[in-house]
């Protein structure tokens, strides 16, 4: 069975240990058979300049037509410049949501501080990608507390709590959360993704590939061979993104 | 080539994972197409309170035991006792003695305990019977690499294995131990990160990466296939497949 696969995860720019050009990164997806991602910046980008920063990103997605979809970058420790900044990304530069990286933009992501970004974010519909998975500032359950602060925005769990057993607290989460979407990558427990479908429903899972940090064949495949039906994985792989951010 | 699991696990009955006996181990090496593997147990705690946690150390152990007497050329046998127990060190000695294991495996989250001194006369056992020591590690508190790593320096003749090589978010703390200590090794199961992996393998040497796969917690062809794919030399990846836990083990002496 071939599925029509969207990255809901992609990253441009560079990171710590990885780096890749939009150009790379199209390249690629004709390799691994994804027909459309999802983009944020990563890195120093996301920390500092991020109207330059969104600027570059737009300006990119651009230039691939209906191949990329951008998610502006924004830093809650900017107040309201992070706010205007938002506006002006949604509105003006067509990106399409909001990504949140809270281990290297340095703030927990229960805190106060982040609310304005999500207020923004319900104002303008968009859903927002934030990284978990990482103790201290963005575990499921802290993710979970922002969720039920703000039950209208749609909040999307990147990597799903990540490693060891968060992904059980990840499904309490989201259990109790219809708002939180779960996102596969770099999540390498499979049976995480069948209980997932099991407990929330296969309209709650968007694939993505958290690509330069991963290998894309990888996390295609730990999807592809879970046990659960076509239909469930058609959803997963494009489906439900595609609702999500109306591509 | 020979291809060796550096981590698997006998299935119990574990939260919402279902029992399963070691022909499910088998059965996911062949689809991966996996030689041999080592085995440990899953279930480093009592979860019966009827079964004392000695009483339930030992059941745990006989086992894995088991489970290599059926599958002598598949599976290797890893031990592991409760450091916080008294008498731990005799007992792994022993342990070794009874039952021809060939490497340890501790989870000090599971186990409940910091790696400091209550390792260190276990670790004597280990420099004694040049015992391979398996840690899990990368999750903070008590399985932070760093605290694992630092009992390197004492035990400079024990391999030192980080499983998961810091689980994602501590992959820094565990390349820089494997980095300083000669005897610190890194195993690959639940490392997503390829970058990390092929930076790993250039800047440390392939002889300090093990593969791994967390069977069945994990699946082992997800696993292996990401390090198949690796962007290095076909003899570093014969090396880090098997070659390198393999020579680790050939030097124990149960």
């Not at chain 1, 909040?155 to 219809?178: E, Q, T």
């Not at chain 1, 993704?193 to 694939?207: I, N, P, S, W, Y």
Request: proline share 6%; with cysteine.
């Amino acid at each position: 069975m071939v599925y029509r696969i969207f990255d809901a995860h992609a990253h441009i720019g560079k990171d710590l240990f990885c780096k890749m050009s939009a150009e790379e990164l199209v390249d690629g997806m004709k390799n691994w058979n994804i027909s459309k991602a999802v983009v944020s910046p990563m890195g120093r980008a996301v920390i500092s300049n991020l109207a330059e920063t969104n600027d570059e990103l737009s300006s990119v997605i651009n230039r691939y037509g209906d191949k990329l979809v951008g998610l502006a970058a924004a830093n809650p420790w900017y107040g309201q410049e992070a706010v205007e900044e938002i506006d002006r990304a949604i509105g003006s530069l067509g990106l399409r949501g909001i990504k949140l990286s809270p281990v290297t933009q340095g703030f927990p992501v229960n805190h106060e501080i982040v609310h304005p970004v999500i207020e923004a974010a319900i104002n303008h519909g968009v859903p927002v990608l934030i990284d978990t998975g990482f103790p201290v500032l963005s575990l499921p359950f802290q993710f979970g507390d922002l969720a039920k602060t703000f039950p209208d925005a749609t909040l999307i769990m990147g990597h799903m709590g990540l490693a060891d057993y968060n992904w059980f607290d990840a499904l309490v989460v989201a259990r109790s959360c219809p708002n939180v979407i779960i996102e596969t990558s770099s999540q390498d427990c499979q049976i995480s993704f069948e209980q997932a479908v099991k407990d929330v429903g296969e309209d709650r899972l968007v694939f993505g590939t958290d690509i330069p940090h991963t290998d894309p064949v990888v996390e295609i495949r730990k999807i592809e061979t879970l046990d659960i039906s076509s239909a469930a994985k058609s959803k997963i792989f494009s489906e439900n993104i595609a609702r999500l951010l109306a591509l | 080539m020979n291809v060796m699991d550096a981590h698997s696990h006998l299935m119990v009955k574990f939260l919402m994972y279902k029992e399963a006996g070691v022909e499910l181990n088998i059965q996911m090496m062949d689809k991966a197409g996996i030689d041999r593997a080592c085995l440990f147990t899953s279930d480093f705690l009592s979860t019966d309170v009827s079964v004392a946690p000695k009483a339930w150390e030992e059941r745990m152990n006989e086992k894995i035991a088991e489970s290599v007497e059926s599958y002598p050329d598949r599976l290797v046998g890893f031990g592991t006792v409760d450091p916080k127990i008294e008498r731990a060190a005799e007992r792994l000695d022993s342990l070794i003695a009874k039952y021809g294991f060939r490497g340890a495996k501790f989870h000090p989250w599971h186990q409940d305990f910091p790696c400091g001194d209550v390792m260190h006369p276990i670790m004597e056992v280990a420099a004694k019977r040049r015992l391979p020591m398996m840690f899990h590690s990368g999750t903070p508190v008590y399985a932070q690499p760093l605290a694992i790593a630092w009992m390197a320096e004492y035990f400079p003749d024990v391999p030192i294995i980080l499983a998961h090589m810091g689980l994602t978010c501590m992959y820094v703390d565990a390349v820089h131990a494997a980095k300083r200590y000669e005897n610190v090794f890194l195993e690959t199961s639940a490392m997503p990160y390829t970058p990390v992996l092929e930076k790993a393998v250039s800047e440390l040497g392939p002889h300090k990466i093990l593969f791994g796969t967390d069977t069945p917690f994990l699946y082992p062809y997800i696993e292996i296939l990401r390090i198949q794919r690796l962007k290095i030399e076909e003899d570093d990846k014969e090396m880090i497949l098997g070659g390198n836990i393999e020579r680790l083990i050939d030097r124990s002496t149960p």
